[in-house]
């Protein structure tokens, strides 16, 4: 199972670059130990191609026991394993050229091989689309009798109970066969949009207050936001970057319009009533949990509107627009080398206990960090777990106080791969989405912990509070609007509306109505930020993730460092089993063993209240210092 974090503009922006004046660290300078050793996976393509005919080869042998599936305890458990052993080829196969091409996605090779997995994966799907059908057509009570009586059977339990809750969306078997041939069309949408935004993009040419000429890139744009004290450089940077995707909208528009339209095709033919329970279903999450998500953040955004008016307060300003969103709010402005990072982190995540630390020096050795932005590296920071070798983590590290979070972060989901995979099988050891966000949000709440104890001065905690703000925000409320946004587009789709720019201006608008009210001046630009969001394409209702895990985290965040000394030891010991159940269970009912329940408001409510406890402190840290 892979994780990807792409920290955009649009959404959860972080840093991605030094002032002018410091010394910058590329991968091209870079110490060869903070970059990836991707030779863990594959010697070189030779090998790649090995493994490629290996699993071909296993496809065709599991294609051939079509129609005896159901004869014989034998044959069902043959297929399970076999199954698991294509399934643990065809992940390194599809990891080490999308690792690969993140490193560069210009070389034609990696391009290549990338494409001939996508094919194999495709072929794959189309030979063996009767599965499912097969195994459902075999009698429940017979199969579970075989479960039942043989312990071989453990490791599938849990898919196969799965299986037969979902059997009345499993399609006859022509009729899954025939929907194969459509898999690698319906992720079309998805390629383009990553070839026009990211391979295709040409970022514009921009002159600096002081007469610099620099690349509007992502990282070079969030300089000039979170660094210029020249309001009217950063408004123009913000026009000027923006302006990129605003003039390419109506492409942007047609491709998430291909997006929700294949999300409503499969829909329909798997009997859904909607995109939204379609994708949830497979999880057994109820659609409430995403509906109470929505309706809890836009109707309790005040907190959210308090902290603005804060920070136009202290800034002076008599509007507060979106390029005064990153500036900072102190004279503080500590740069951190990614050792000194290091440091901190392996503190802050102390109280995690032995068990945990001694995984994270695993991490932290060399090989399985790219720390360092590159000439054709993907910007972003993500965590991808390879089966059988280990997770990898790419950041695009800057010294800057929100990056040493974001590595936190990172860090999160590799302690869950790394746990998850020692000690579930094959079959379980991918968790779900939606408890993915959960031990990387709950590092990052342990790093703020940390730092703001050993700090008693002013301007620290006020940029540490910031810090803790703007990830709350982004995390729940951004993403919140995101979900709301995406489930009204799909609805559109769904009732057979036109999905184009001026519609979907239309409602980011209005949400940013919602959630600003008249705190945020308004710019002909911000309705259009659905453009930039790249999981709106590549991984649609992913982000409400984003926020239920943010408060799923806060809430096991709370268990852990408060309460007595034996019942902060349970919580971690929920948490670390947590970690260590990778799939083996529905995530709702994880959590649940781990003392939070999604299905109740208390902890997203609990976010809201998290909020306003932050501002009264930011607020307290301000008048300290004289700036309100």
């Not at 070079?220 to 009217?232: E, V, Y």
């Not at 402005?333 to 068990?355: C, H, N, Q």
């Not at 703001?452 to 703007?470: F, G, M, P, S, W």
């Not at 659905?530 to 209702?541: G, K, L, N």
Request: aromatic share 12%.
């Amino acid at each position: 199972m892979n994780h990807k974090t792409l920290l955009l503009i649009a959404g959860l922006m972080i840093g991605f670059t030094l002032k002018a004046s410091e010394p910058v660290v590329t991968r091209e300078n870079a110490p060869e130990n903070l970059k990836w050793q991707l030779k863990d996976i594959y010697q070189d393509w030779n090998a790649w191609k090995k493994d490629l005919i290996k699993v071909e080869s296993i496809v065709e042998e599991l294609s051939a026991m079509k129609g005896s599936l159901g004869l014989s305890p034998q044959n069902l458990l043959r297929y399970y394993r076999m199954t698991d052993e294509m399934g643990k080829i065809g992940t390194t196969l599809y990891c080490y050229p999308y690792l690969m091409r993140s490193l560069d996605s210009r070389d034609p090779e990696i391009s290549n091989g990338f494409q001939l997995i996508q094919a194999s994966f495709a072929k794959a799907g189309q030979l063996l689309s009767w599965t499912t059908a097969e195994l459902v057509q075999i009698p429940e009570e017979k199969t579970m009798a075989w479960v039942n009586s043989d312990k071989s059977f453990e490791p599938y339990r849990f898919s196969i109970e799965n299986m037969y809750r979902l059997q009345e969306h499993v399609l006859p078997a022509e009729q899954e066969q025939l929907m194969s041939y459509f898999s690698r069309f319906s992720g079309m949408p998805s390629s383009i949009y990553t070839e026009v935004a990211v391979s295709d993009n040409v970022y514009p040419e921009f002159t600096r207050s002081d007469g610099e000429k620099v690349t509007l890139t992502y990282p070079m744009m969030t300089n000039i936001l979170t660094f210029s004290t020249d309001r009217a450089e950063r408004k123009k940077a913000y026009y000027a970057f923006n302006s990129n995707f605003k003039a390419r909208e109506n492409t942007m528009a047609a491709i998430l319009n291909g997006v929700c339209q294949s999300d409503w095709a499969y829909a329909q033919a798997y009997k859904f009533e909607g995109t939204l329970m379609a994708s949830l279903n497979a999880n057994n999450i109820p659609v409430s949990v995403y509906e109470n998500l929505i309706n809890t953040a836009k109707t309790n955004a005040e907190p959210f509107r308090r902290y603005i008016r804060l920070r136009k307060q202290v800034l002076g300003l008599s509007d507060y627009n979106s390029w005064d969103t990153y500036i900072s709010l102190g004279e503080y402005s500590r740069t951190y080398t990614f050792d000194e990072a290091v440091t901190l982190i392996r503190e802050a995540l102390k109280p995690l206990g032995k068990e945990y630390n001694t995984e994270l020096e695993k991490a932290l050795k060399g090989g399985w960090i790219d720390a360092y932005e590159g000439s054709g590296k993907e910007t972003g920071a993500y965590s991808m777990s390879v089966y059988g070798v280990h997770p990898y983590i790419l950041l695009n590290y800057d010294q800057t106080l929100d990056y040493v979070s974001t590595f936190a972060h990172e860090l999160g989901h590799s302690m869950h791969s790394v746990f998850s995979s020692s000690n579930q099988p094959y079959n379980t050891y991918g968790y779900s989405t939606f408890v993915a966000e959960v031990a990387s949000n709950f590092n990052e709440e342990l790093l703020l912990d940390y730092l703001l104890k050993n700090t008693n001065d002013h301007n620290e905690r006020i940029a540490l509070l910031n810090q803790a703000i703007v990830n709350l925000t982004g995390s729940f409320y951004r993403q919140s609007q995101f979900a709301d946004f995406e489930l009204q587009v799909h609805r559109l789709v769904e009732q057979g509306q036109p999905v184009n720019a001026t519609a979907l201006n239309a409602i980011m608008t209005e949400l940013n109505d919602a959630y600003y009210g008249d705190v945020l001046a308004p710019n002909d630009l911000r309705g259009n930020v659905w453009a930039q969001v790249m999981h709106f394409y590549d991984r649609p209702y992913y982000v409400y993730q984003y926020a239920t895990s943010y408060a799923a985290a806060a809430q096991i965040h709370k268990m852990i460092t408060t309460g007595d000394e034996k019942e902060r030891k349970a919580a971690l010991d929920r948490y670390l089993t947590l970690l260590k159940s990778g799939g083996n269970d529905y995530p709702v009912e994880q959590l649940k063993k781990a003392g939070v329940d999604m299905t109740s408001p208390e902890p997203t409510m609990a976010v809201v209240r998290r909020l306003g406890q932050l501002v009264d402190q930011l607020e307290a840290e301000l008048k300290a210092t004289g700036k309100i």
